[in-house]
């Protein structure tokens, strides 16, 4: 069955970095175009990132634009989320999700707090 599994979220001062990792198994991991989302207490999920199957092509919220950078190898069944210049704004759980088809990983949170 299919699985997404992140790991790396934490706690990180205000213009701090993390990179975070969705690994994924139980389909063709080279297939699929692959998105982060995340979501803040009392807010909605919303769609941080996404990358194509090939990692050739990459799309940004504006809120995270120029900070963040989604990046993925095939050959290791990984996508990855660069963070960087974290703001208290970007605190929130992180998710990874394969595009076409509703399949989540279990997130990992991530708070930016001095």
């Known amino acids: 069955q299919v699985q997404l599994v992140e790991s790396g979220g934490g706690l990180v001062q205000p213009g701090g970095s993390l990179r975070l990792s969705c690994t994924a198994s139980g389909f063709s991991f080279s297939s699929y175009p692959m998105s982060w989302y995340r979501q803040a207490p009392g807010k909605e999920r919303e769609l941080v990132a996404v990358?194509?199957?090939?990692?050739?092509?990459?799309n940004y919220a504006d809120s995270v634009k120029g900070r963040f950078t989604i990046s993925r190898d095939n050959t290791k069944n990984t996508v990855y989320l660069q963070m960087n210049n974290l703001k208290p704004e970007d605190t929130a759980v992180y998710y990874c999700h394969r595009v076409f088809g509703n399949y989540w990983g279990p997130g990992t949170q991530v708070t930016v707090s001095s």
């Open positions: 990358i194509t199957n090939t990692g050739d092509s990459t």
